[in-house]
T-cell receptor, first 115, second 117 residues
Framework: AQKVTQAQTEISVVEKEDVTLDCVYE???????LFWYKQPPSGELVFLIR??????QNEISGRYSWNFQKSTSSFNFTITASQVVDSAVYFC????????????FGQGTTLQVKP | DGGITQSPKYLFRKEGQNVTLSCEQN?????MYWYRQDPGQGLRLIYY???????QKGDIAEGYSVSREKKESFPLTVTSAQKNPTAFYLC????????????????FGSGTRLTVV
């Protein structure tokens, strides 16, 4: 069965610290997609990144970077020099095996960045 | 700009009352989804629809009903059979299925917070 695990329920850091949010997934598919979304206090989930299973290149976007490792089924997200505006709930998600377009979400990690 | 509109933003329901949450999209997406979010439990799928006039139950469909009469609209009714409806409800849409998921995967609405009074 497919599963996404975000073991860190809550993380608290001080501004300018680096922080890594972990995501471990389980799937039998050889082709799949992984996503990260950010949910600020306003509630709407905002897309951050989409990664195809056949593309293991790490990606950097400004202060954000993602480390995809198929060997360990992990897709971790690092924020460098965190800012108060990064405070939010972050969700990792995996495309479902049955080709329905459904996404399987992790439990979410609440990140609090203190000034 | 294209997007998903959920209304109302806040909704209060009395015991034994049915309420309907609205979800409208102008992205021309085929698939639409309803999720429920409770503190510490992530997102749980209630219902989804991959095409007009068709929908399937998700993981927690009991006490909910949906319709998909138009491509743009996917309203969710929380019935009196739902014993614990207080939660944050998110609607989402996508253009693809499975390995054809495009771009952002899902586009989300801003949510409806339902409270039983």
């Amino acid at each position: 069965a497919q599963k996404v695990t975000q073991a860190q329920t809550e993380i608290s850091v001080v501004e300018k610290e680096d922080v890594t949010l972990d995501c471990v997934y389980e799937t039998r598919d050889t082709t799949y997609y992984l996503f990260w979304y950010k949910q600020p206090p306003s509630g709407e989930l905002v897309f951050l990144i989409r990664r195809n299973s056949f593309d293991e290149q790490n990606e950097i976007s400004g202060r954000y970077s993602w480390n995809f490792q198929k060997s360990t089924s992990s897709f971790n997200f690092t924020i460098t020099a965190s800012q108060v505006v990064d405070s939010a709930v972050y969700f990792c998600a995996l495309s479902e095996e049955s080709n329905t377009g459904k996404l399987i979400f992790g439990q979410g990690t609440t990140l609090q960045v203190k000034p | 700009d294209g997007g998903i509109t959920q209304s109302p933003k806040y909704l209060f329901r009395k015991e034994g009352q049915n309420v309907t949450l609205s979800c409208e999209q102008n992205l021309n997406h085929d698939a639409m989804y309803w999720y429920r979010q409770d503190p510490g439990q992530g997102l749980r799928l209630i219902y989804y629809s991959q095409i007009v006039n068709d929908f399937q139950k998700g993981d927690i469909a009991e006490g909910y009903s949906v319709s998909r009469e138009k491509k743009e609209s996917f309203p969710l009714t929380v019935t009196s059979a739902q014993k614990n409806p207080t939660a944050f409800y998110l609607c989402a849409s996508s253009s693809g299925q499975g390995i054809n998921l495009e771009g952002h995967g899902y586009t989300f609405g801003s949510g409806t917070r339902l409270t039983v009074v």
